[in-house]
């Protein structure tokens, strides 16, 4: 019993800070109808920086505090100024989505550079003692998690409640356009609600560091805790935010305690996934239902198309560029050549998903890891053929994907995105702990080469030739399918699924078609990638994995099946030729992603056609 | 037998307060029935509910004998009931050729995995699906805008894509949302023109018109909705000297 509400209390407390970010999300989406990723961001932000201002620079603890979130709310305010805001309304929802999702990788390349990648953990508001309640430990930080969690709930009930803000906020949350009419600033309100968001995502980090270690890359842990407390409560409902903050925190630490980490983890996507099934406007969301105009509006994208004779010819070219490049460089560059190619492939998939059926997926990092660790657990323990082993994986992933699809399939923009978020990084936190399986985090070792047959192909150059013929392979069926109907039918739901639908195409199961060809290709390049490096470690496929891979395609050009060779090659060769680079890659991987969707609509490909246009009209 | 090709009974739909479809019945006979009535009266929501694009509070819409109460709006496609939307909703992305090609994925044969392999069935599919859209597109007068994307196209070139569009899917009964608003007098006679050739072969259409002599023209039958329910029916003649129409478009056109 005592440890039953102990177990409680720790839920309770845990619960609070995802009730905190929860309500940052859904401070953002009332306004926007956008699910802002980049929340956890700014939890870790503030954490570190009263680490900073409170350890290093010796302020008291309360100045610090303070100066941590000012301080994180003006950097959200510029941030939101600069891109979120102005973006909003020239951006899909899909697109504004993945621009929050830079916003997140940029905060965590910021922090990267700033604070390095080891964990912090901050001292206690008042003392290590735990204060004893009747028997409960409750820990010292408790009280003021509470505190703070009931001045932030008061404060933005009182907001809404009581202010012209918060009557703005709801206008705009209920009908944007007729809000507009009635004279309300949008841009105005989303930018305070953006700055307000990050402030309240400081003071969760900053009140929830001390309980916690925290690093560089946590934010997309925070931010997937708070969209799992949203999703349950009810996206656009405050107490909704709340009591699925609250439960969320409680059911993972009795599933923690009493079972293990991983079940907690387990459970926080079976819990989000039933929910999504079950229940998707969530458990508060009633029936009242936001006259949600963004839903409808439809993805303006210009036309890039390769065809005739000249695509032909540019194919060939470019094959014979490819297949000469391993005589022209060797050494470490033609190892990063091969693993340009081997994620090349898993950008390829997500293109199917993402560039032509429009449906957003963080998920590649998972089924990276499923196809990696299966293919190498059963070559290297089970003397399976590597091929064999790989093509394993494949089943494996794609039964998984089918699976997910059951829930997601119905689902559009953020709430797919945030089920495949939550999938892999279920999978983080599977590699992580099924240590008997996969090694831990030491990882596995000792895999063995790919071999075709009796041929090994255990040096760079073998590798490159194989990877290379495969990849032509699969563009060339691709290519075959994206040019019919079937590229046609995706093409389509991306751009208007009613419209899709009224024309007979079956948008779910075409939705599960273009998932399942992303997660098998993913899966592919995941076992590929164990077999060329011999080794296998968690963070080689976690989750910031998938959002490089977005970063990859956008910035190559979705829509293309080749956009993401150049997309690959720019966040994978840069590092390696500029050695000193490798630190700034997270950054630039967000900026990339930022700058990609406000000024490169359609990616390096699409520009570089622009730029041709352009030249040829002078 | 002479079955209709399409028979509401009893139609209901609210919208919070507002009742804008109300215990409607009607049958749509074979040939090109206008579908008519003032702004709001509920025409547009009346394709909605007999597409399922939401579904009905009551009543039943039955689709050459067949209800279709519980059908998804592809299903209710697969069945050859087709539909344009009032606001023309072209396929941003997609070329106008491409457009009307999709128009035609309830009749593709071949599976997604042929036209991946470049089988020569997915080939000669394609290719003849190509001619025939092109073909289309020619006969609306749409032959230069054949590879120019979609959603760059003037707004009444936009209505024409989506009508082929629509009528690439060879469909039994077309339901168009007023396929005339915004288009200039050359258009609207080659939309008519279009119409009467889709008719002439065995397509019913059922459009909803406010150019009213565009609809006397074309019309073989009209049906007259106000405030949700049926106010008239009848021939284009019998419509336009009934005293109830004439009041329900008093001071806008009669
Ligand atoms: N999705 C909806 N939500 C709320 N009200 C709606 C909705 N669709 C239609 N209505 C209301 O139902 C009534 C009928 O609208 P409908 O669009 O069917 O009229 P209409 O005859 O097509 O008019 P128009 O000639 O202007 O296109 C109107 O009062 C309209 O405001
Ligand atoms: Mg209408």
């Given amino acids: 019993m005592n440890q039953f509400v102990q177990i409680v209390v720790g839920g309770l407390l845990q619960g609070g800070v995802f009730a905190i970010i929860a309500l940052g999300i859904s401070l953002v989406y009332r306004v926007t109808g956008i699910v802002n990723l980049a929340q956890g961001g700014f939890c870790i932000l503030g954490a570190l920086l009263l680490y900073s201002l409170q350890l290093d620079l010796g302020w008291p603890t309360a100045l610090a505090f303070l100066a941590a979130v000012i301080l994180t709310a003006a950097f959200g305010v510029a941030l939101g100024a600069a891109t979120f805001v102005p973006a909003l309304a020239r951006l899909p929802t899909s697109s504004m989505l993945m621009l929050t999702a830079g916003l997140l990788t940029f905060i965590g390349g910021l922090t990267l550079i700033v604070w390095g990648s080891q964990p912090y953990i901050v001292p206690p508001f008042s003392g290590e003692q735990p204060i004893d309640v009747a028997g409960i430990l409750v820990p010292s930080q408790g009280p003021w998690i509470a505190v703070v969690a009931i001045i932030i709930i008061g404060g933005i009930w009182y907001l809404i409640a009581r202010t012209d803000i918060g009557t703005a906020l709801i206008a705009s949350a ?28 400081a003071v969760s980090g900053a009140v929830v560091a001390p309980i916690m270690s925290l690093q560089f890359d946590a934010g997309g842990f925070f931010t997937n805790a708070g969209f799992i407390a949203v999703a349950l409560g009810g996206m656009a409902s405050l107490p909704g935010a709340i009591a699925g903050g609250l439960f969320l925190g409680v059911a993972e630490q009795l599933a923690a305690g009493y079972v293990s980490s991983l079940f907690a983890n387990g459970l926080a996507l079976a819990l989000l996934l039933v929910t999504l099934l079950w229940r998707p406007q969530g458990f508060f969301g009633g029936s009242r239902r936001r006259r949600d105009v963004r839903d409808e509006q439809r993805v303006y994208r210009s036309v890039v198309r390769f065809s005739g004779r000249g695509t032909v010819v540019a194919a060939a070219v470019l094959v014979v560029f490819l297949a000469a490049l391993p005589y022209l460089v060797g050494g470490a560059l033609l190892s990063s050549l091969v693993i340009t190619l081997i994620l090349f492939i898993a950008v390829l998939g997500l293109d199917v998903a993402m560039g032509y059926a429009g449906q957003v997926s963080l998920g590649q990092s998972g089924f990276m890891a499923l196809g990696g660790y299966a293919a190498a657990i059963l070559a290297t323990n089970y003397d399976v053929a590597p091929l064999l082993g790989a093509a394993a ?48 985090p030491s990882g596995l070792v000792g895999i063995p080469s790919l071999a075709l047959g009796p041929l090994s192909l255990g040096t760079p150059r073998a590798m490159y030739f194989f990877v290379l013929a495969l990849i032509v392979l699969l563009i060339a069926a691709l290519a075959g399918g994206m040019r019919s109907s079937f590229g046609r039918a995706l093409y389509a739901i991306r751009a208007d699924q009613t419209a899709a639908a009224a024309l007979g195409i079956n948008v779910p199961r075409y939705k599960v078609a273009a998932f399942a060809i992303s997660a098998v290709l993913a899966s592919l390049s995941g076992s590929l990638y164990a077999f060329d490096f011999h080794f296998l470690s968690p963070e080689m496929v976690s989750t910031p994995r998938s959002f490089e891979m977005i970063a990859m395609l956008i910035v190559g050009g979705e829509g293309t099946l080749i956009g993401g060779l150049p997309g690959a090659a720019l966040i994978t060769l840069l590092p390696t030729v500029f050695q000193p680079l490798a630190l700034y890659k997270t950054l630039a991987e967000g900026a990339i992603l930022v700058l990609a969707f406000q000024y490169l609509p359609d990616g390096l490909l699409g520009g570089a056609r622009q730029l041709g246009r352009w030249a040829m009209a002078r | 037998m002479n079955q209709p090709a399409l028979e509401a009974i009893g139609l209901t739909k609210s919208f919070g307060g507002v009742r804008a479809v109300a215990d409607l019945s009607f049958i749509v006979p074979a040939g090109i029935v206008a579908l008519i009535g003032p702004n709001g009266a509920g025409k547009t929501t009346v394709f909605n509910l007999v597409t399922n694009l939401f579904p009905p509070d009551g009543g039943d819409v039955r689709f050459y004998g067949t209800s279709l109460r519980g059908r998804t709006p592809n299903a209710i ?143 073989d039958h009209v049906i007259v909705l106000d405030l949700g329910r049926l106010l008239a029916q009848g021939t284009p003649e019998d419509v336009r000297r009934d005293p109830r129409v004439i009041e329900a478009y008093l001071g806008t056109e009669a």
């Avoid at chain 1, 089918?402 to 892999?424: D, E, I, K, N, P």
């Avoid at chain 2, 009931?81 to 050729?97: D, E, H, K, N, S």
Wanted: proline content about 3%.
């Fill in chain 1, 174 to 201: 209920e009908n944007p356009t007729a809000a507009r009419f009635m004279g309300v600033n949008v841009a105005r309100l989303t930018l305070f609600s953006f700055g307000l968001a990050a402030a309240i995502g």
């Fill in chain 1, 393 to 440: 994986g494949m089943i494996v992933s794609l039964f998984a994907a089918l699976l997910l699809s059951v829930v997601t399939m119905r689902l559009q923009g953020a709430y797919l995105a945030l089920a495949t978020l939550t999938f892999s990084l279920l999978i983080d936190s599977l590699t992580v702990g099924l240590v008997d399986v996969t090694g831990g």
């Fill in chain 2, 77 to 219: 496609a697969g069945l050859g009931l087709l539909r344009t939307f009032q606001t023309a909703r072209v396929f941003p992305g997609m070329t106008a050729l491409e457009n009307v090609m999709a128009g035609a994925h309830r009749h593709v044969r071949v599976a997604a995995v042929a036209q991946m392999l470049w089988l020569p069935a997915a080939l000669r599919e394609e290719a003849a699906l190509r001619r025939e859209a092109a073909t289309m597109l020619d006969l609306v007068g749409l032959a230069r805008f054949r590879d120019t994307p979609a959603s760059n196209l003037p707004m009444g070139a936009q209505k024409l894509v989506e009508v082929c569009r629509a009528l690439m899917a060879r469909p039994r009964l077309l339901l168009l949302d007023e396929p005339a608003a915004g288009l200039n007098d050359a258009e609207t006679a080659e939309t008519a023109t279009l119409l009467r050739a889709a008719a002439d072969s065995g397509v019913t259409i059922l459009v909803v018109e406010h150019n009213m002599s565009l609809v006397m023209d074309i019309a």
